[in-house]
């Protein structure tokens, strides 16, 4: 097939564009590696059916041109990252609404299928046992760091609608913390941050005071759960969480980073206000229920959090990452 991937140049795009590439797939990227990176592309950059323009998803023109070529699109291009997020509150609400608005668009004109990545921030506050129809609690709107998830909610209810109204295929994938290779903590990226610390020796900062817990899944296996969904007949007009259950504080997490790690760095814990500026909130858990995916797909993932920290440690380490370029 010929599937358009937006954001392919990014952490989780560029795994996805090798895999469909491997399947023998015509793959179109555009990316305008705000976060993303054409390093991530090293492997694919000179496949024969790989093809690449650096550009923004809200060049209209663009996207109706390369939409009218495929047969599937994946949507990952998005702002995100809690500090790009609280530094660029504009770009993050335009780029993540217009640029799902224009794809969609593009999307019903051609009849083209469409899987749209959406994020566990659009459950807020709600915690534990996250399933698709589960209430969301939103924080006030006069803290920025709930942009972010309204801007996917409304992605979401755009593509339903799209779905509901004018029966275009598409199927929302909710990513809970994915992560491996790759991934820079450049954007507030917990993981990959606390690996280069550790990697240099230095204390390892822990926002808050680390008792929220997170479920952290490889990125191989959110490809594969991709592929599935989009393999799947039953999996079109629905949401499905992506994800592991299994949580780890992430005090715990840190220690567990020093270890993997083999490293000699303190931990030390960051009031939020110190962090991120006053009234900042965070969710105490965020634990996807995935019945849903794994009973429609028989997906499971394959990494346990030992081999995704050392996936991590090894992909930093091999670029000789400190806490100042990571």
Same mark, same amino acid.
């Given at each position: 097939?010929?599937?358009?991937? !937006? ?13 469909? #590439?491997?399947?023998?797939? %015509? ?7 705000? !976060? ?10 000179t496949h024969a059916n790989l093809h690449l323009a650096v550009d923004s998803i809200l060049n209209y023109r663009l996207m109706e041109e390369t939409v009218g ?12 990252? @809690?500090?790009?997020? #609280?530094?660029?509150?504009?770009? !993050? ?25 959406? !994020? ?33 909610? *409304? ?19 909710? *990513? ?12 507030? *990226? ?27 899944l490889h990125v191989d296996d959110m490809v594969d759960a991709v592929m599935r969904l989009l393999s799947s007949d039953d999996a079109w007009g629905r949401v ?26 303190? @931990? ?9 500026? %006053?009234?900042?909130?965070? *969710? ?10 794994? %009973? #429609? ?18 992909? #930093? ?10």
């Amino acid at each position: 097939m010929n599937i358009l991937v !937006t954001g392919g140049a990014g952490f989780i795009g560029s795994h996805l564009v090798e895999r469909l #590439l491997e399947r023998g797939d %015509t793959v179109y990227v555009i990316d305008d590696l705000s !976060t993303g990176a054409l390093a991530n592309l090293a492997k694919a950059r000179t496949h024969a059916n790989l093809h690449l323009a650096v550009d923004s998803i809200l060049n209209y023109r663009l996207m109706e041109e390369t939409v009218g070529k495929c047969d599937q699109v994946v949507h990952l291009a998005a702002v995100v990252g @809690v500090k790009k997020v #609280l530094d660029e509150p504009v770009n !993050t609400i335009t780029t993540n609404v217009r640029g799902s608005e224009i794809l969609l668009e593009n999307c019903d004109r051609h009849r083209v299928p469409l899987f749209v990545a959406s !994020t566990s921030e659009i459950y807020g506050k709600a915690g534990e046992h996250l399933n698709e129809d589960h209430d969301r609690v939103m924080g006030s709107t006069a803290n920025r760091r709930w942009a972010y998830a309204c801007t996917k909610t *409304m992605d979401e209810f755009l593509a339903l609608a799209y779905n509901q109204e004018r029966h275009l295929p598409v199927i929302i994938g909710r *990513m809970f913390n994915v992560v491996g290779p790759r991934q820079t903590g450049e954007w507030g *990226m917990v993981l990959p941050t606390f690996v280069a610390s550790a990697l240099a020796g230095e204390p390892i900062r822990v926002f808050g005071d680390g008792s929220q817990r997170r479920c952290f899944l490889h990125v191989d296996d959110m490809v594969d759960a991709v592929m599935r969904l989009l393999s799947s007949d039953d999996a079109w007009g629905r949401v499905f969480n992506i994800g592991v259950e299994d949580e780890i504080t992430i005090l715990d997490l840190a220690h567990k980073v020093v270890e993997r790690a083999g490293s000699t760095s303190t @931990v030390e814990v960051i009031p939020y206000d110190e962090a991120y500026g %006053t009234g900042f909130e965070d *969710m105490e858990r965020r634990q996807p229920d995935t019945t849903r995916l794994r %009973t #429609l797909t028989g997906w499971t993932p394959t990494y346990d959090l030992d081999e995704i920290i050392d996936a991590s440690v090894g992909y #930093l380490r091999s670029r000789g990452v400190d806490p100042a370029t990571a």
